[in-house]
C-alpha cells in the first residue's frame, strides 16, 4: 500500500508517517517506480509507537527499543519499563510541587496582599530535573 493508504489505516496523518520515516522508525520498500511500499505489519508498527508515545517514550526510547524488545528476556522488560516509571514518577512529584506553588499563589493574590509572598521564593529555586540520557 502506499502512504495514503497506510495513513488511513494508522489514523495517522501523511506527515506524521514520513517524519517516523525520516526518524528512522519505519523502513518501506521502495518500488522500482520510486513509490515507498507499505505492508500490514507498517500498521501495527504506527500503532505500536503511537501507544508508546501515549505511555511516556519519547521517539529516540522507541527507536532503541524497536528490534530489541522481541529479544528481550522478560526481566529485561520490566527493567526497561521500570526505568520508565521512575521518571514518570520524578515527573509527577515536580508536577506536584509547582501545584502547590501555584495554589499557594493564587490564595496569596486573592488575598490582595503586597510584596513578595514565600512561595514565589521558594518556587524560584525549585528546579526540574532532566533524567539523565542512555
Same mark, same amino acid.
Given at each position: 500500500?502506499? +502512504?495514503?493508504?497506510?495513513?488511513?489505516?494508522? *489514523?495517522?496523518?501523511?506527515?506524521? +508517517?514520513?517524519?517516523?520515516?525520516?526518524? *528512522?522508525?519505519? !523502513?518501506? %520498500?521502495?518500488?522500482?517506480?520510486?513509490?515507498?511500499?507499505?505492508?500490514?505489519?507498517?500498521?501495527?508498527?504506527?500503532?505500536s +509507537?503511537r501507544?508508546a508515545q501515549?505511555?511516556?517514550?519519547?521517539?529516540?526510547?522507541?527507536?532503541?527499543s #524497536?528490534?530489541?524488545w522481541?529479544?528481550?528476556? !522478560?526481566?529485561?522488560?520490566?527493567?526497561?519499563?521500570?526505568?520508565?516509571?521512575?521518571?514518570?514518577?520524578?515527573? #509527577?512529584?515536580?508536577l506536584?510541587? #509547582? %501545584?502547590a506553588h501555584?495554589v499557594?499563589?493564587?490564595?496569596? +493574590?486573592? !488575598?490582595e496582599?503586597?510584596?513578595?509572598?514565600?512561595?514565589?521564593?521558594?518556587?524560584? !529555586?525549585v528546579?526540574?530535573?532532566?533524567?539523565?540520557?542512555r
Amino acid at each position: 500500500m502506499r +502512504i495514503g493508504e497506510l495513513a488511513r489505516r494508522a *489514523g495517522l496523518s501523511r506527515d506524521t +508517517i514520513r517524519f517516523y520515516e525520516k526518524a *528512522g522508525l519505519l !523502513s518501506p %520498500r521502495v518500488s522500482p517506480n520510486g513509490y515507498r511500499l507499505f505492508d500490514a505489519s507498517h500498521v501495527d508498527l504506527l500503532r505500536s +509507537i503511537r501507544i508508546a508515545q501515549v505511555l511516556g517514550f519519547t521517539l529516540a526510547e522507541i527507536k532503541r527499543s #524497536m528490534g530489541r524488545w522481541e529479544t528481550m528476556t !522478560s526481566a529485561a522488560r520490566a527493567r526497561f519499563l521500570e526505568d520508565k516509571l521512575a521518571v514518570i514518577d520524578e515527573r #509527577m512529584r515536580e508536577l506536584e510541587a #509547582m %501545584r502547590a506553588h501555584l495554589v499557594e499563589k493564587v490564595a496569596w +493574590i486573592r !488575598s490582595e496582599k503586597k510584596g513578595v509572598p514565600e512561595a514565589l521564593d521558594a518556587a524560584a !529555586s525549585v528546579r526540574r530535573r532532566t533524567p539523565p540520557r542512555r
